[in-house]
């Protein structure tokens, strides 16, 4: 079966309490698509944040003194800063402009995912704004997922996906942070390649594959386009989440 993606267009702007399986499944109608056993639903993060009313307003945020120490070396915005802080487990690196942290879910980025671009405002002037990710993605992604099950009577994936810059290449890219109903990483350690020889390391991060593919049609900027429908996904689908994709500590060669 080939892979094919489909941009779900006409999905409204999002708000706190929005249900966002009510609104992905008016879209499914609007596209002609009637969910199949087997397809994914790939999400932009910001529409899930919105949806769980992840907005925060710098106004009502007091920095720390470590807060204000990391404005010192970023100069970025201590409350800014303040908010990066309580989102991660820990800081690996910063410069002037750039912070890295390693996000409460255990994955690696700028920010810890915080972000101004693409969020409305809810009172107040809009540069205030920032919109944080889930709180937990994996979490998020089951609740859709079983939603949308409920509804249709199929089995389904969901993948939540945000833009990810890389340590050894330049630009963004759709990045899993959270799934449902899908592998994150699929292990062919063992499989035979085309020559008979067995494989030994080859671990494949799908969910980032799939997720990097659906970005292309999501775009960044002005595209209003925050959700894809998958059909024909070449692997089966099961149980997964996105720490499968994580790489443990005592493995990691850079940190």
């Known amino acids: ?45 910001k529409i899930v944040s919105k949806a769980e009313n992840r907005f925060v307003n710098l106004t009502t945020v007091t920095p720390t003194p470590e807060a204000l120490d990391l404005a010192q070396k970023t100069q970025k915005d201590a409350r800014f800063l303040e908010l990066v802080l309580r989102e991660s487990n820990s800081i690996l690196r910063t410069r002037v402009g750039t912070i890295i942290a390693e996000h409460k879910q255990g994955f690696v980025c700028a920010n810890a995912g915080i972000d101004h671009s693409n969020v409305q405002t809810l009172w107040g002037n809009a540069e205030d704004w920032v919109l944080l990710l889930p709180e937990n993605a994996d979490r998020s992604a089951r609740e859709i997922q079983a939603g949308l099950e409920a509804l249709y009577r199929v089995k389904v994936g969901v993948l939540i996906i945000d833009s990810h810059g890389r340590a050894w290449r330049m630009g963004a890219i759709g990045t899993a942070i959270g799934l449902a109903g899908m592998p994150g990483l699929v292990d062919l350690r063992g499989e035979k390649d085309m020559f008979g ?59």
């Open 1 to 45: 079966m080939p892979l094919t993606l489909t941009p779900l267009k006409g999905i409204p702007l999002v708000m706190p309490g929005t249900a966002l399986v009510e609104v992905l499944s008016q879209a499914l109608r609007q596209t002609s698509i009637d969910l199949q056993d087997g397809d994914i639903l790939v999400l932009a993060q």
């Open 197 to 255: 020889y067995a494989l030994q390391v080859t671990q494949v991060g799908v969910a980032d594959e799939l997720g990097a593919a659906a970005s292309l049609l999501m775009g960044q900027a002005a595209e209003a386009i925050p959700a894809v429908h998958v059909r024909g996904f070449p692997y089966p689908l099961r149980d997964g989440n996105v720490h499968e994709l994580i790489r443990p500590k005592e493995l990691d060669m850079f940190r």
